[in-house]
C-alpha cells in the first residue's frame, strides 16, 4: 500500500482488507511517516481505532 523512501517502513494489509500492518526495520516509525500510513489508510476506509501497538 505504501513504502518510505529508503524502504525501512511500510503500511501493507490483507488481501481483504481486514487487517492492516505499519511495519519497521528499525525499532521505530518516524511520527512523520507514521503520520502518512495512517492517513492513507484512513483514505481507503480503515478504522485506525482499532489499531492494536505491539511491542518489538
Known amino acids: 500500500m505504501d513504502i518510505d523512501g529508503d524502504c525501512r517502513n511500510a503500511l501493507a494489509s490483507g488481501s481483504i482488507m ?26 481507503l476506509g480503515f478504522d485506525i481505532s482499532r489499531l492494536e501497538c505491539m511491542a518489538q
Not at 19 to 41: D, H, M, N, T, V
Open 18 to 43: 481486514r487487517y492492516l500492518w505499519l511495519s519497521s526495520r528499525g525499532s521505530a516509525i518516524p511520527e512523520e511517516i507514521k503520520q502518512r500510513f495512517l492517513l492513507k489508510a484512513i483514505s
